[in-house]
């Protein structure tokens, strides 16, 4: 045993070659910073916007997988004046007529009710945007109803161009294009959570029509009026359909955390001539169903935020900058 040499030293690694400083304690180290693991900024953006592209891919997808039926022509003029009677009901009724503000020229009205009637509490938004705009463009030429609505209408049915109306990623699809005014599409976004897929099937047509306006005739001794103005419209109006209508085999009453089927509500975009001031009164306004988080609010409701923000961006759209001039009496 003491003819045994000793073995060689071991090559240390550079850790282990550190020693502790002079008076000072192995164990008092100060072990470095840590790193948040918080990405950057764009990086969670360029994620966020790659998962979206997904959904939307996946709705796609989902959608096609389906088989759609199509509604027969006649059901679809049934519903479509279902749809236009609820429009004029709500129009001449009280509802949607406190103004709550006005913001790029359109003016806000919205209210709440409950529909007690029903064995489940429900709660409905009527909302209306308004808003004046000159009948005459830029280069003299006179714009109409059917001019606003024409364009609006090519809107609806290209989805590419529909989709840059809404801030939140909103996906929609032709299901069946019933004849030149009328169509059934299937729209799908995310609520203000950004938690669940929305999804309904609407009836889409566009009629016209001629509303009175007494408020604009000559006046008698006692102030009122005895001529009425008949005053042309153009609208194109949106009906939730039942999704079992057009899709039999899709399961949508079957309970999804991911996704909600609407199955009421309407909204419409119409275009009200005033020649004798060379204007075009707009209006977009509906009713739909909403939460009573939302009813509770003290201010303008998401939805309805929503709303406006997709009412400018149409704008861009269709209009140009000059026709956009909001007229004295608007």
Not at 222 to 243: A, E, F, Q, Y
Request: proline share 5%; charged share 25%; aromatic share 6%.
């Amino acid at each position: 045993m003491d003819n045994l040499t000793p073995l060689p030293d071991q090559e240390l690694s550079p850790m282990q070659k550190k020693t502790t400083k002079p008076g000072e304690e192995s164990n008092n180290t100060v072990s470095p910073p840590v790193k948040s693991s918080r990405l950057p900024a764009d990086v969670r953006r360029a994620r966020h916007r790659d998962r979206m592209q997904r959904l939307r891919l996946a709705e796609k997808r989902s959608i096609e997988v389906k088989r759609v039926e199509p509604i027969e022509r006649s059901k679809c003029h049934e519903l479509a004046f279902m749809g236009y009677q609820k429009m004029q009901e709500m129009l001449q009724g009280p509802g949607a007529r406190k103004l709550h503000g006005e913001a790029f020229g359109w003016k806000v009205y919205f209210s709440f009710y409950e529909e007690a009637a029903t064995d489940t509490l429900k709660i409905r938004m009527q909302h209306r945007f308004t808003k004046r705009i000159s009948s005459i463009a830029d280069d003299g030429a006179r714009v109409t109803g059917d001019t606003l609505a024409s364009v609006t209408w090519n809107i609806i049915n290209t989805p590419e161009l529909y989709s840059q109306m809404y801030r939140s990623p909103m996906t929609s699809r032709i299901m069946q294009h019933v004849d030149a005014h009328t169509c059934v599409m299937m729209r799908m976004y995310p609520d203000e959570n950004a938690e669940m897929r929305k999804r309904f099937v609407s009836l889409v047509v566009r009629v016209q029509d001629c509303v009175i306006d007494s408020t604009s005739g000559p006046m008698d001794l006692m102030g009122l009026s005895w001529k009425d103005v008949t005053r042309r419209r153009v609208t194109i109006l949106s009906s939730i359909l039942n999704p079992d209508l057009c899709l039999p085999r899709g399961s949508t009453d079957v309970p999804n955390p991911s996704t909600e089927w609407m199955r009421e509500g309407f909204g419409y975009l119409s275009f009200t001539e005033i020649d004798d001031e060379n204007v075009i009164e707009i209006e977009y306004g509906g009713s739909t169903n909403v939460g009573t988080e939302t009813a509770s609010c003290t201010g303008l409701p998401f939805v309805a935020m929503n709303m406006g923000e997709a009412l400018v961006r149409w704008e861009q759209l269709v209009t140009t900058t000059r026709t956009l001039l909001i007229t004295e009496n608007a």
